[in-house]
Nanobody, 128 residues
Framework: QLQLVESGGGLVQPGGSLRLSCAASGSSLGYYTVAWFRQAPGKEREGVSCITASGGNINYADSVKARFTISRDNAKNMVYLQLNTLKPDDTAVYYC?????????????????????WGQGTQVTVSS
């Protein structure tokens, strides 16, 4: 059974950067599409970015395009999310999620119910 663990969150000033990591165990992450979601207090969980198993297709939510970059290293069973030019509105718990059947491309509409495996989340706080 696939298990996911996120890391790399923290407190950063507006305009700063963070790199989140999602480490997988129990199965090869190379068989899974992986997505990053985030959830701010009092708000619904929203999709941020996703990447297909091969890395050939990537999707970003409009709110993070040109600021966030998703990548993966299947040999290391890792997926990353580089967060640049952070804004206070980016403050949230960030989760990675994976599913072996999902295909995400430029037209994908994020739905948490599409993903069967989830990590516990890592807090990102953007504040001066």
């Amino acid at each position: 059974q696939l298990q996911l663990v996120e890391s790399g969150g923290g407190l950063v000033q507006p305009g700063g950067s963070l790199r989140l990591s999602c480490a997988a165990s129990g199965s090869s992450l190379g068989y899974y599409t992986v997505a990053w979601f985030r959830q701010a207090p009092g708000k619904e969980r929203e999709g941020v970015s996703c990447i297909t198993a091969s890395g050939g297709n990537i999707n970003y939510a409009d709110s993070v395009k040109a600021r966030f970059t998703i990548s993966r290293d299947n040999a290391k069973n890792m997926v990353y999310l580089q967060l640049n030019t952070l804004k206070p509105d980016d403050t949230a718990v960030y989760y990675c999620a994976a599913d072996p059947m999902l295909f995400c491309d430029g037209s994908y509409h994020y739905s948490p119910s599409d993903f069967g495996s989830w990590g516990q989340g890592t807090q990102v706080t953007v504040s001066s």
